[in-house]
């Protein structure tokens, strides 16, 4: 539970545990962590698989900084977080989300995950999201091509009719 509900390396639980009197090594936590990922894992692989064959998926990612072990310096890692809910949409399925962490922010992490998605992308303007864009309209191609400029925010039908509303002070 402390190493992920308050987010604590496996080192300051040994050391935390000791200060209580109980010594257990930093490889006895970090196995059982192994294990537990084990576990989980075709879990895992199954709401990945189940979020591939949704229509829309939606996709952020955040750097992380993960620890290296024995060393005390970090590297830089992300998390990817990946969702699909098209509940406000008419749509029946139940939401679907799952994460992964990496050990950089390539775009490669992000065409590893969505290989065999066929939907829409919704994403921000990072780069790695536009080479997994044309990798997912062009399969066949072994490169891509240069990455059409992107926009943070693209406005849809109902936000026009919404500004208009306002523009022209009718009621919303």
């Known amino acids: 539970m402390a190493k992920w509900g308050y987010h604590l390396p496996h080192f300051r639980q040994t050391q935390m545990m000791a200060a209580k009197g109980v010594d257990i090594e930093r490889s006895t936590l970090a196995r059982s962590a192994g294990y537990a990922a084990a576990l989980l894992d075709p879990i895992y692989n199954r709401i990945r698989e189940i979020g591939r064959t949704r229509t829309k998926i939606h ?19 992300a ?25 950089g922010r390539a775009g490669e992490s992000v065409m590893s995950e969505l290989a065999g998605f066929a939907g829409t992308l919704q994403a921000d ?18 490169s891509f091509p240069r990455p059409e400029p992107q926009h943070k925010f693209q406005p849809c039908d109902g936000y026009r009719a919404f500004r208009k509303a306002i523009r022209d002070g009718s009621e919303r």
């Open 125 to 142: 303007g990072f780069t790695g999201y536009v080479a997994a864009v044309h990798m997912l309209r062009r399969p066949e191609k072994g």
């Open 59 to 77: 996709t952020d990612g955040t750097r992380l900084p993960i620890l290296a072990p024995s060393t005390g310096t970090t590297h830089k890692g």
């Open 79 to 103: 998390l990817w977080v990946y969702v699909s809910d098209d509940r406000n949409s008419g749509s029946q399925e139940p939401p679907i989300a799952w994460y992964r962490a990496t050990m």
